[in-house]
């Protein structure tokens, strides 16, 4: 698999029609996938490290690593696609359509959040060993 493809995958669009984009906009949907594949690993580093240190065990370690960093991912993309421009109009009043967006960035600031904490746990636990 060509690791453009793949990143092309990652930014969740149609590589079919990606393909026949010019070289910006393909650079563009590879930076995006490249953005959410550090995102994938992050949160790979920090589930990773949470269940090791609550189990001591390297296969739940890796196994809920791998499971919760592929949800939290798919579920940041669905709600950045669900913050992008509106393309269909919308009868709702303006102060239902902030709440709504308001409660997904909410939403967002928690995974980062959680996803944040054993990161910076684990930065903690080697900065200390490091200045000793």
């Known amino acids: 698999m060509n690791l453009g493809k793949f990143f092309c995958a990652l930014s969740g ?3 079919n029609i990606i393909i026949e984009c010019n070289k910006k906009v393909k650079f563009r949907f590879i930076a995006i ?3 959410v594949f550090l995102i994938l690993l992050l949160c790979f580093i920090s589930v990773f490290f949470a269940f ?3 189990f001591k065990n390297n296969f739940l370690g ?3 690593g791998l499971f919760f960093s592929y949800m939290i991912t798919n579920i940041y993309l669905l709600l950045l ?3 992008t421009k509106k393309t269909l109009p919308s009868n709702a009043p303006k102060s239902v359509n902030y709440f709504s967006i308001f409660i997904r960035v909410v939403f967002i600031g928690l ?3 959680v996803i ?3 990161i910076e746990t684990m930065f903690t636990i080697v900065s200390s ?3 000793k």
Request: zero cysteines; glycine letters at 4%; proline letters at 4%.
């Open 111 to 113: 995974i980062a959040i």
């Open 116 to 118: 944040s904490k054993p």
């Open 52 to 54: 090791f240190k609550l």
């Open 62 to 64: 890796i196994s809920m």
């Open 13 to 15: 669009d149609d590589y």
């Open 33 to 35: 996938g490249v953005f």
């Open 81 to 83: 696609y669900t913050l």
């Open 129 to 131: 060993s490091f200045f």
